[in-house]
DNA sequence: TGTTAAGTTTAGTAAATATTGAACTTAATG
DNA sequence: CATTAAGTTCAATATTTACTAAACTTAACA
């Protein structure tokens, strides 16, 4: 891969996850940071490669490690950080997912109980959600459990 | 539950569903569908429940409707359109998140065909993301069978 | 201890997006 | 048919969000 097509990557790698809801720039930086050589990159790395700011380098590559995509690494004998993507990167984005099904589960449990009182036909509408956000997240976390057990195999 | 209360629940509704990716104003109609009465609205009620324009309500419901969130019913001598939410609206959304885990896929996928000759080592961070997208998709598709057969039981 | 490099923070600006209001289209009813 | 109501579309505006550039902080090294 040369080096152009690797900036060509990480453009639309950052288009892509534009849709999942990092910045542009968190995708542009995670997308060189999958294919770069080396693996790690300074903050200069990054701007050189991906022609931003210094300021926009550093906010994102902090929200990418508060993420949990990226973490930060240091050489010897160097005063400057490095990036590199996490070995389990991935599986947090489904950790991320768990807490925003959670949160619309806590919606519609609010909405339930200001409903104590009213009959099930007005109530039905909630307590489907409910019931459908409860099974997915009891299979999300099972299926994580399942993905945790097929790597330390 | 009284009016006031449900214009409040339609409120917070749509701050939550903000995160997910709808506009502010398609989470406070999803929100106020779950809980007004009857279960089905005008666009004239919608207006004046939620204090919003027209134009605003067209464009949202719309957009609610190809979400396959509400769906849209006539009663007879009436020439207004209602809209209420849809039986299966929850399942839509695994099945919006697993069209969207497609285009990550996608991406990996191009990615490693753009290292075709190079080490393991260099295309290991790719194929890793490839593998998890990989797995989840398949495991969210099961899910949604598990979901459907529960239903139907 | 002064100088320089590395990184963070923040104020200002640019870009994107949602909402309104008004013009337009379509169809129902007197 | 003419009139009115219902709904859609679109241009203008308001709001939000991302990015840059510059000021600031911290720490390394001569």
């Known amino acids: 891969m040369k080096q152009k097509q690797r900036k060509q990557y990480a453009e639309e790698f950052g288009l892509a996850f534009e849709q999942f809801g990092i910045t542009r720039m968190a995708g542009r ?34 929200m990418l490690e508060r993420l949990n995509f990226v973490e930060r690494i240091s050489l010897p004998g160097d ?7 996490k070995a389990d990167a ?18 519609t449990r609010r909405g339930l109980e200001q409903m104590d009182n009213e009959p099930e036909e007005q109530r039905r509408r ?19 459990k399942h993905w945790e057990e097929s790597k330390t195999i």
Chains 1, 2 share one sequence.
């Open 29 to 62: 930086i995670l997308g060189w940071l999958l294919v770069c050589e080396p693996p790690h990159q300074s903050p200069q790395d990054l701007q050189d490669a991906l022609q931003a700011s210094k300021g926009s380098i550093s906010t994102n590559t902090r």
């Open 79 to 85: 005063r400057r950080t490095y990036f590199q993507v």
């Open 90 to 107: 991935w599986s947090g984005i489904m950790q991320t997912e768990v807490v925003a099904l959670e949160q619309f589960q806590n919606m």
């Open 126 to 144: 909630l307590q489907e959600m409910h019931d459908f956000f409860q099974f997915i997240q009891k299979e999300l976390v099972t299926m994580m």
